[in-house]
């Protein structure tokens, strides 16, 4: 739905880094170095980012039941 | 006891140290107290005026829980031991309000808070994205709060290791040994084996010698010794929450020792 706050496991707040790694990819950018350069180092925290898919637009046209 | 500094970034709000002559109830003592025992601001109550945002209002209220404030330690005190006991007042509880409309992607600096000093840590942090005609309004309650009652208190990561002590025997196949283990730790000099005593503290993978070597490089821990690991995630800095960890288990050990004389 829209990036976590915070990392599921170990608490590391992560969500305003979303935007910079999402611009990252976007221009063809390696996942590995861009999650390297942004300090996310433990595998937690890399999967929050590595699975996640933005879908609030989609979901915020329908109306809340 | 001895404290011997490591390393400290502040731009990645890390530091690492290393405790001599302590023992593992201390060193547990310590990270315990660091975790739970530190106090942080952290949002508690949230009001809703207005919200017809795709998301419900106890989801926005969980994402502002988490936002982490920076933290004024000297003027806020926690709301049970407040003069107002816990009704919440300037001394115990700060008010910021929220207020927005779409098309808009709503951030965590778009809090107004009255004290300059508590504020968001990472203010572009998304909250929610407003679609066109959707409006936010919204007020909330920060207050200090301790790890132990909600993680969104807790100011970091605190972690140790035991010291590592590598004995490096007759090694035949030093080539294979420092292949399996973590880049830089052991080196190869003349076909000997030799530690990167630095390398060694940043990896926790470097046990695998110990299985390739065939018993010619041991391991041990020494129980006296840890590698201390502080990650802050930003409302105090690592210092300050070693030091806060200190004073409090001082504070407890005070409160312990008191009720014994009065038994």
């Known amino acids: ?65 | 006891m001895e404290i011997q500094l490591l390393s400290s970034d502040k731009k990645k709000n890390k530091m690492s140290f290393i405790l001599k002559g302590a023992d593992p109830a201390f060193a547990n003592a310590i990270r315990r107290c660091a975790i739970e025992e530190v106090q942080t601001m952290a949002i508690d109550d949230v009001e809703f005026r207005k919200n017809s945002s795709a998301f419900y209002d106890e989801m926005i209220a969980h994402r502002l829980g988490l936002v982490t404030l920076t933290t004024d330690l000297k003027t806020y005190n926690l709301p049970e031991n407040c003069k107002c006991n816990g009704e919440g007042c300037a001394r115990c509880s700060l008010k910021m309000t929220l207020k927005s409309s779409g098309p808009w992607q709503v951030y965590a600096s778009e809090l107004k808070s009255k004290d300059p000093k508590v504020k968001p840590v990472f203010g572009d942090t998304p909250i929610v994205k407003l679609l066109k005609g959707q409006k936010l309004e919204l007020e909330v309650t920060a207050v200090l709060g301790k790890g132990k009652s909600h993680m969104k208190w807790s100011p970091g990561l605190v972690y140790y290791k035991y010291m590592p002590e590598v004995k490096i025997g007759e090694v035949k196949n030093a080539e294979e040994i420092a292949k399996a283990c973590p880049p830089g730790v052991f080196e190869v000099k003349e076909g000997k084996l030799f530690v990167n005593k630095d390398e060694l503290l940043k990896h926790d993978l470097a046990g695998m010698a110990e299985k390739v070597s065939g018993g010619a490089v041991t391991i041990e821990e020494n129980p006296e010794e840890f590698v201390f690991c502080v990650e802050s995630w930003g409302q105090l800095d690592c210092k300050e929450i070693i030091e806060q960890a200190a004073q409090e288990f001082e504070s407890q050990l005070e409160e312990f020792g008191k009720l014994i004389k009065e038994k």
């Open chain 1, 1 to 65: 739905m829209i990036i976590p706050i915070r990392c599921f496991s170990c608490g590391k707040p992560i969500a305003h880094l979303w935007e910079q790694y999402k611009e990252g990819v976007a221009k063809g950018g390696n996942r590995k170095e861009l999650l390297d350069k942004l300090g996310l180092e433990r595998y937690c925290c890399r999967a929050v980012f590595l699975g996640h898919i933005d879908l609030i637009e989609t979901a915020a046209q329908f109306k809340k039941v």
